[in-house]
């Protein structure tokens, strides 16, 4: 073996011992969890292609892993930088807006890996299915709730609020917990909701005009059973 080939060979052994060094640090119970919560989401998909189904599951449960692996470092190193007493407030959160900056660069390329994986494997459809069980659901249920708040909207209002979610649902995927998934999307509901109090929508009024309406249609169910 010529020595480059050697080298070569060396390299390719490195790479595959440091993933195999990166996965032992994990959890077993957490590397069940991303499979459970992996596996919950194709069942979702009904492919109906046992090994399509496991290709699917694989790559959704390393994107749960990656993204912690990424989290949790960036966040043991802020836990560092914050325990410092040798170093000043101002260096402190500069050298953390560094980290979370870095942090964020690399879950934004993991991200876009993510969906080219995904995408040798399902249709565009499917996909957002996987984004939406990666998000609990919430853009689907989110705009059934704003429409039946707000049955008059406009077709461009309507085009504002879906593509606001489906911003926040891109942002919610990377979140490393419920709160910070649900957090994104608070964040855009916030932007929906200024932008329809300036199209004139007196949204305090609508809001409990609409809670009404979903009182009396559940009190009238119960009626008749």
Known sequence: MSKSKKNISVLMLLFVFAGSIAQQHLDPEYIKVTNERAAKIVTGLDLKNAEKEKAVSNIIAQQFRDL???????????????????LAKEKQNEKIDKLKTKADESIAKLHKSYLKKLGRELSEDKITEVKDGMTYGVL???????????????????????KALVEAREHAMDGGSSKEKHGWFGKYKGRINNYLSKQGYDLNKESADWHKRVEEREKAKSDQK
């Open 140 to 162: 689907p249920i989110t705009v059934v709730a704003y429409n039946d708040m707000l049955p008059n909207l406009t077709a461009e209002q309507k085009d504002y609020i879906y």
């Open 68 to 86: 912690s692996e990424i989290q949790d470092g960036r966040d043991a190193e802020i836990k560092k930088v914050k325990e410092d007493a040798g």
